[in-house]
């Protein structure tokens, strides 16, 4: 202030700066936006914009412009404008939205890029977005289906558990004045109800090691590819794992080969995007059988993994060279056998539960009565 009335000037005003912490909001607001979550909704919602827009003639930076403000999610209208930016600055949006990996996987970018080099763009968005929304409709059937047994199972638990730590020790006293002579079902039901109450820690700290040691053992190659292959040769539940495995690596490979990627790129992607290990181990060998010159189909029969249905379908593609229509045939006729089966699983799985329920609450009551019922006939 000094340094002004030196000068012969004088402060008429002042005036907060709001640069600084404007820069400093926008900052935080951007940061807040790419914390945000994104579910699978969201970018199949994302992804049919995305084809109806261009479908519907407009410029793809006005496409960008127009998804960034319509966008519920706030991540993905960040995206979306980030996207924008760059698209204006010259580059393609396949590698645009291929900078958030996280986002947007190989997949997704890869079939767009074809799409763009191929004139199609709007028609490969448009197929990537039906494979987004079959699988969110998928997800939330699956989810559906096991609310109501996962909230039996655990209520039945939850129950076992209650009796066995807090009901059955309060009756042991009496037991205890009934000496030695219990029935063999009293006398197992207490001994477990001392092991649960006494080395309860032990159980937990035991479990939670257990869960880690799985998830070690799991993420290693070996063990992700026994832990696949068994849940493949489960009873019941099994068969409805493979089917869905295979009309997702089906869907995957045939929106691949519409957008107009290269066949051994498409297959090795199909092997990553069906999630599971045993079937990307396959993809990887019909890679390497398609990269001598054997036909897809031959190649997709000598690894064992695919059924029947989906090898012809392809040798007839591959004849009459409209594959991709047939992977997509082969992938909704394998969907409504997984929808069939998940309700025939469902159904079997609720009265499972129930008797299971059933049998362990009867043996602790019996447990329980046994000795009152002998005690009072010695007492008669």
Known sequence: MASITSDGRFVLELREEKGRKAAAGDTAASSDKKKGKVSRADLALFTRRLADLSLAGLPLDRVLQVIAEQ???????????????????????????????????????????????????????ERLADFQEKEVARRSQVVSALIYPGVLATVAVGVVIFMLTFVVPKLS?????????????????????????SQYIFIIGGLVGLFFLYRGWA??????????????????IGPVIRKATVSR??????????????????????????????????????????????????????????????????????????????LNRVSDSLDFEVDNGMRRLVALVEPVIVLGMGVVVGFVVLAVLLPIFAAQSAVK
């Open 71 to 125: 966008t519920e999610s706030a991540q993905l209208a960040f995206v979306a404008e980030e996207a924008l930016e760059e698209v204006r600055g010259g580059l393609p949006v396949s590698e645009a939205l291929a900078k958030h990996p996280k986002l947007f996987p190989q997949v997704f970018a890869l079939t767009l890029k074809a799409g763009e080099a191929s004139g199609q763009f709007g028609e490969v968005a």
């Open 173 to 197: 006293s009496v037991f205890d004045s009934l000496g030695n002579d219990l029935p063999s079902a009293t006398k197992m039901l207490l001994a477990l109800t001392g092991f649960l109450t």
């Open 219 to 236: 993420a290693t190659d070996a063990g992700s590819y026994s832990r696949d292959k068994a849940l493949l040769t489960l009873p019941v």
């Open 249 to 326: 690596y089906a869907r995957v490979l045939g929106t691949l080969l519409f957008g107009g990627v290269p066949i051994l790129e498409a297959l090795n992607l199909s092997g990553l995007a069906a999630g599971n290990r045993l079937f990307q181990v396959s993809s990887d060998e019909i890679v390497q059988r398609v990269r001598e010159g054997a036909p897809i189909a031959e190649a997709m029969r000598d690894t064992s993994a695919f059924p029947p249905v989906l090898t012809h379908m392809v040798a007839i593609g591959e004849e009459t060279g409209d594959l991709p229509k047939m």
